[in-house]
């Protein structure tokens, strides 16, 4: 008898973490024009993707993506919210 076992490395797609960044960021206090000058940043090593990363104004983002781990911080590099996208959102769409 074969058992199927759940991938626990189950990410969201790059364009839903970046909705979750945005709802954040104004949750933190941005103001919604400065989510126009948000700027993206892939971080790659051999080929493959590691992190991203989302500022826009005094606020950064930081998307590890092997962790499934989301930083808010500020411009002082103070950590304001942290994310677990495995333990927090997955499941939640999972759910659904």
Known sequence: MQQEV??????????QVKQLVVRTFL??????P?????????F????????????AATLQAVWDIDEGII????SDGNVLRTVNLLEEVVPQLMAA
Do not use: N, W
């Open 71 to 74: 930083r808010f911080v500020d």
């Open 6 to 15: 759940a991938d626990m490395t189950a990410q969201l797609p790059p364009h």
């Open 34 to 42: 400065s989510l126009f000058a948000l700027k993206e940043t892939i």
């Open 27 to 32: 949750e933190l206090g941005l103001a919604q």
């Open 44 to 55: 790659v090593d051999g080929g493959r993707c590691l992190a991203r990363s989302y500022r």
